[in-house]
């Protein structure tokens, strides 16, 4: 039955463009259906597993204590796992039909207030790390990309004179996303005295880089902002999402149309962006709350 999930992994892949820990993550889920089919069901052919099985297998999730995102996340792993398996005529019915998902508790994102990122950018220093992080954290708060967008930026893609830069997000989708005049100088501060420091004599096509002159991985950049948001005192669990968050708030709150928010934040369904307007419209109500005399 690996075989099956090998192959779909390889279709995912190719045909769909998926990050790497998108593809990380349809293995995992796919793995512990695997492995309930074939311990527990005792199942060892994709046709003969059925609909009750699945829906034990979700029952057990929630038994251990899974929340309904990591079940409902689960379920859209096993539908798109199952149509390959109709699509291939491996199976000749879908035992994942009519399964509703979980209701999700919806939660609201954390952001930072504008206090706050002015807090977190007032980096000073002139030597190269000081000026690369400040480039960095000022772009990913100006253009609210994913960190992995930001991450495997290239020089290319970079075009400072006409205000923008180009990155590709899920599915390897390119968007366009304009850059403030404030990421605009980091960045020219950032190449003019600090990446010339740190690539020295290397052909490296990364924008930015380590201490190495390598490619910045996520992990670099997560210890990144967390040690800059320690030394600015800013009491949050602060985290890269944190600030794609506070740039869609931040322009919403200041009059940005919902659209264009979307397609900055390279969201396929507006619904997605619609969240931040929830977002505002709390931060409203408490705002409301503390100050009218008669709330």
Known sequence: MELELEDFIHYIHIERGLADNTL????????????????????????????????????????????????????????????????????????????????????????????????????????????????????????????????????????LMMGFIRCFGKGNKERIVPLGDLAKQSIELYLEASRPFLVKEQLVDALFVNHHGKPLSRQGFWKILKTVAKEKEINKNITPHMLRHSFATHLLENGADLKAVQEMLGHADISTTQIYTHISRKRLRDIYSQHHPRA
């Open 24 to 159: 990380e993550a349809y293995r995992r889920d796919l793995t512990k259906y695997i492995n309930y089919l074939t311990e527990v069901e005792l199942i060892q052919q994709w046709e003969n597993v059925e609909h009750s099985m699945v829906t034990r297998f979700l029952y057990q999730m929630n038994d251990h204590g899974a929340s309904s995102a990591t079940i409902s996340r689960t379920l859209s792993s096993l539908r798109k796992f199952h149509q390959f398996l109709l699509l291939n005529r491996v199976m000749g019915s879908d035992p994942t039909a009519h399964i509703e998902s979980p209701a999700k508790a919806r939660t609201l994102p954390k952001i930072l207030s504008t206090d706050e990122v002015d807090q977190l950018l007032n980096i000073e220093g002139d030597e190269p790390f000081s000026i690369r992080n400040k480039a960095m954290i000022e772009t990913l708060y100006a253009t609210g990309l994913r960190v992995s967008e930001l991450i495997n930026l290239n020089m290319s893609d970079l075009h």
